[in-house]
């Protein structure tokens, strides 16, 4: 991820057993978030009274909390600069540090003085939905057709929609152009039809070999936050790690098994550095210093991985069962007690257009996730002969997936899965025994 009201009836899509999703939701922790309510010292969403604030001050500007590297910046200021030419009013976006942000939310919103807007990750809008933070979408029926359903989802549950899908990031397979030459794996797959079998990837990885004692086929990228990417695996295989009613884990699922035998056969296998478990350095650090051949990674990452200095190249993840990919990316999100909430709603309604998302995605590095958004129209200016085919890929982020990496205590059970699959890739325990430790460690953090 690049690195978060009154019921009425809906004319959403079906959800099938993921439609019970607000008893989860009912059911959360009395924290707001991952972040806690920890003091977020210095942080001010500006001068009330003046029009420029967030919260009970004034009514002239909307102010939209984010955080945002160089190009986001400049994508979300013609966003709220287009909104205003448009005839509605001004919006501040107010840039924070990436890991201040949930922070700076929840103080606003304990002191009365939130920001009209913020920008959230998709695995964390569920714990604020559940606190009812959050404004529905009074458009969502108008609005939903246009997007993938999966993306939707992430922002929807039986009681509403609770903010727009903005963009998305997800992974793809890169690929050493030069490291893995001799391997003879001939052309490496260009269309989703195509993409690998796991057993075709696996025969892939194998047939690449080393130059050096230090070096490795592979790494995947599932370290720290990303542990949750290894249910990409799961899902692949037809898995859950969730039962279908979102409250307890699902014990004995044949397909986490099927996934937990062959990730971890890429350690026992020797194919993967130790360091590069759930607990250990990125996926992409070891690609861009050359230490393995191919490593699975974010489209956010290509800017960076541009300057190591060697050719490569991307395809598409493997499959079994399904195609399925993880998701990243984030929803843009208005406060329910906003003064300005009708305001901030129109804002959101504006960013979700094609055009803008189009435009944005392109000055960003990001995925769309509307349907309408054409790939041949995005301008990107890193690699745009690999970022159309990370849009195709983003179209294999499924429902079923989905539903479980936005429950409200996702944040702890993305942990315990970075901690229990961290002791089961370096350990020795059988796997029906492994898979056991990481369903239990998760049943713990479902029930407190």
């Keep these: 991820m690049s690195n978060h009201g009154t019921s009425r009836p809906r004319t959403s899509s079906p959800r099938g057993p993921s439609a019970s999703r607000r008893a989860v939701l009912g059911g959360a922790g009395a924290g707001l978030t991952a972040a806690g309510l920890s003091a977020c010292s210095g942080f001010s969403t500006g001068s009330s009274g003046s029009g420029e604030s967030g919260g009970g001050g004034g009514t002239e500007q909307l102010t939209m909390l984010t955080w945002a590297g160089d190009a986001e910046a400049k994508a979300f200021k013609a966003l709220a600069d287009g909104f205003t030419a448009q005839g509605g009013p001004p919006v501040k976006v107010q840039v924070v540090p990436y890991s201040e942000i949930l922070t700076a939310v929840d103080t606003g919103l304990r002191t009365d003085n939130p920001p009209d807007l913020f920008r959230v990750s998709y695995t964390d809008v569920g714990a604020y939905r559940t606190q009812k933070v959050l404004a529905d979408l009074p458009d969502a029926a108008t609005l939903e057709p246009s997007f993938l359903p999966a993306f939707w989802s992430a922002v929807t549950d039986d009681a509403g929609t609770f903010g727009v899908p903005h963009h998305t990031d997800t992974s793809m397979v890169l690929v050493n152009t030069a490291a893995v030459a001799s391997a003879g794996l001939g052309p490496l797959p260009t269309t989703l039809d195509t993409a690998w079998s796991w057993e075709q990837f696996a025969d892939a990885v194998g047939r690449v070999q080393p130059s050096r004692a230090d070096t490795y086929a592979l790494a ?99 499959r079994d069962v399904n195609a399925s990919a993880d998701l990243g990316g984030n929803a843009l999100v208005a406060v329910d007690a906003s003064p300005r909430k009708a305001q901030a709603l129109e804002f959101l309604t504006y960013c979700a257009q094609a055009q803008q998302m189009g435009e944005f995605c392109s000055t960003a590095t990001v995925l769309p996730t509307r349907k309408d958004v054409d790939p041949a129209s995005l301008t990107y200016a890193v690699r745009p002969d690999l970022l159309p085919l990370y849009v195709q890929q983003a179209t294999t982020i499924r429902e079923q997936l989905v539903d479980q990496v936005v429950v409200p205590a996702f944040s702890a059970v993305n942990a315990q899965l970075r901690d229990r699959l961290d002791e089961v890739f370096l350990g020795s325990a059988e796997d029906a025994a492994a898979l056991a430790q990481i369903t239990d460690a998760v049943q713990s953090v479902l029930t407190r």
């Design 220 to 318: 995947v990228n599932w370290q720290k936050a990303g542990a949750y990417r290894w249910l990409n695996f799961v899902d692949q295989a037809g898995g859950r790690l969730l039962s279908e009613d979102l409250t307890s884990a699902a014990t004995d699922d044949a397909g986490a098994l099927k996934a937990l035998t062959y990730t971890r056969d890429f350690f026992r296998k020797g194919l993967v550095p130790q360091a590069s478990s759930t607990r250990g350095q990125p996926a992409s650090d070891f690609f861009t210093n050359q230490t393995v051949a191919m490593c699975f990674a974010g489209d956010f990452l290509l800017e960076e991985i541009e300057g190591a200095g060697f050719e490569y190249t991307a395809t598409f993840l493997p």
